[in-house]
């Protein structure tokens, strides 16, 4: 079964305006990460925030969790054109960090 | 130095053939992953190994073979590849039990089966 589900599956933006992007999921959790993919390349880690963090940043990056809605966001602040890719959240289920869960992604375009 | 890297980066087959898809990384790491993101994008893990030894095993056909000869290298073998086999294959690692469990990918394997 799925785990983790983001929506909007597609967001289409201005350069300079905010993005935020949610991801849902089912299960308990150790952490929750998020990953960038470009068109044709492998995905890249942007961050990661545990099931005892509620908020975590990075840069333009700012991730919350909320364990008891079992659901995260993501938001890009002051958006480049750089940032189109698409976002997957990922959800680590065991206790060993070996078993990742991606939801489908969602498909961001920052129009300059 | 690429971290992780997978060849071949396409493959084009035809029904029926065997082929192989390898995969190796120079960070040292533990485990090793196949994933499989089919044409909507959706990322699956198939299999991963932690120091040569097979610890997840999806529900993947057994056409598909990982071999993992060393903790650096993690193959994928795929016996009479069928047409749903098309999808994007990708590699990664990642170093379990640090703190810091993120995964390095590599950059895919395009298979389109003919």
């Known amino acids: 079964s799925q785990q983790g589900e983001e929506d909007p599956q597609a967001l289409s933006i201005q350069e300079g305006e905010n993005a935020t992007m949610n991801c849902s999921y089912k299960t308990s959790i150790n952490n929750l990460q998020w990953y960038r993919q470009n068109s044709g390349r492998g995905l890249v880690h942007l961050i990661l925030i545990r099931s005892n963090e509620r908020e975590k940043h990075s840069g333009r990056l700012r991730v919350t969790l909320d364990t008891s809605k079992k659901s995260s966001s993501l938001l890009i602040t002051a958006s480049r054109a750089a940032d189109t890719a698409s976002y997957f959240c990922?959800?680590?289920?065991?206790?060993?960090?070996?078993?990742?869960?991606f939801g489908p992604g969602t498909r961001l375009s920052v129009l300059p | 130095d690429t971290a992780v890297s997978q060849t071949p980066k396409y493959l084009v087959t035809q029904m029926g053939n065997d082929k192989s898809i390898k995969c190796e990384q120079n960070?040292?790491?533990?485990?090793m992953y196949w994933y499989k993101q089919d044409s909507k994008k959706f990322l699956k893990i198939m299999f991963s190994y932690n120091n040569k030894e097979l610890i997840i095993n999806e529900t993947v056909p057994n056409r598909f073979s990982p071999k993992s000869p060393d903790k650096a290298h993690l193959n994928l073998h795929i016996n009479s590849l069928e047409l749903g086999d098309s999808a994007v294959y990708f590699c990664a690692s990642s170093q379990p039990g640090t703190g810091d469990e993120k995964l390095f990918f590599g950059s895919g394997t395009q298979l389109s089966v003919l």
């Open positions: 960070l040292g790491h533990d485990t």
């Open positions: 990922a959800t680590d289920t065991d206790n060993y960090g070996q078993n990742f869960v």
